[in-house]
């Protein structure tokens, strides 16, 4: 298996964690996600201490709270694959947090290097941009969770829903210079979910120069690490594919650059 793919356990652990990626397991300095499965009635606990979270109910309801805020029985999708936009939570450093789930609760928690410049607060989904990008095969519904616009000091969280036969991160593009106003440097990971039982996709990531080149079969669960270079996905026929992007790096910029071999594919 490629040293770039992080699968998540079949069975979660006493504490409902199903993946954990941090900084020093992944090799780079800003992107931490978890993924936790929590049954009904189940909590989790956890200090934020140095980083900020987005905390993302991926699917389920439940009552977050965090050192001076509670929002009571959020959540309204049952399945990522409802498409519709999530209920998330963001957190600053120096707090904690509290997830009790109402009912059977996946949550994933994006995390990076955080300053204390803002408060927790609800992202409910009538804050979250949807936005259709692409054309014909390379077309995908994106949800906007914590985009550039939105108050963080580092984060930048996204989902991304795939039709079955499509490509995504389409034309591949790469953000892993610092190169303002041209591309900023972004760690990524993708946490990957496929709605087809046995259902797989595929990622590549590569470099202009081919010291990484990497083309990875993607099954269900599983996180691909995107330390540099371009990264575009594929769902083969009969396999929706969902994913969640979670990007940081020393500028909050999502500024990137698209292959030069496959650029003319934005006009097609």
């Not at 440097?185 to 259902?199: A, D, V």
């Amino acid at each position: 298996m490629s040293n770039l793919i992080v699968p998540s356990s079949k069975e979660p652990g006493s504490n409902g964690n199903r993946l954990v990626v941090t900084p020093e397991s992944a090799g780079w300095s800003h992107v931490g996600f978890e993924v936790y499965t929590l049954a009904e009635g189940q909590s989790l606990h956890k200090e934020t201490g140095g980083n900020e979270l987005c905390v993302v109910l991926l699917s389920g309801k439940a009552t977050v709270a965090t050192q001076n805020k509670t929002w009571e029985h959020i959540g309204q999708r049952m399945s990522v694959f409802e498409q519709m936009a999530p209920y998330s939570v963001y957190v600053p450093p120096g707090d904690s947090v509290r997830i009790a789930a109402d009912t059977e609760l996946e949550i994933a928690i994006c995390s990076a290097p955080g300053k204390g410049t803002y408060e927790a607060r609800l992202i409910s989904p009538e804050d979250v941009a949807v936005e259709m990008r692409g054309t014909g095969d390379m077309e995908r519904q994106v949800n906007n969770i914590l985009p550039e616009s939105a108050q963080a000091d580092s984060l930048l969280v996204v989902e991304v829903f795939t039709p079955n036969g499509n490509w995504s991160s389409y034309p591949p593009h790469k953000h892993d210079q610092n190169n303002l106003p041209d591309e900023t440097y972004l760690e990524e990971s993708y946490y990957h979910r496929i709605k087809q039982e046995g259902g797989f996709a595929i990622q590549r990531v590569y470099t202009d120069d081919g010291s990484l080149n990497e083309t990875m079969v993607v099954k269900d669960g599983d996180v691909v690490l995107v330390p540099r270079g371009y990264h575009p996905v594929s769902a083969p026929p009969g396999y929706d594919l969902y994913y969640l992007n979670t990007m940081a790096g020393p500028v909050r910029t999502w500024k990137f650059q698209d292959d030069p071999d496959h650029a003319w594919l934005k006009s097609k």
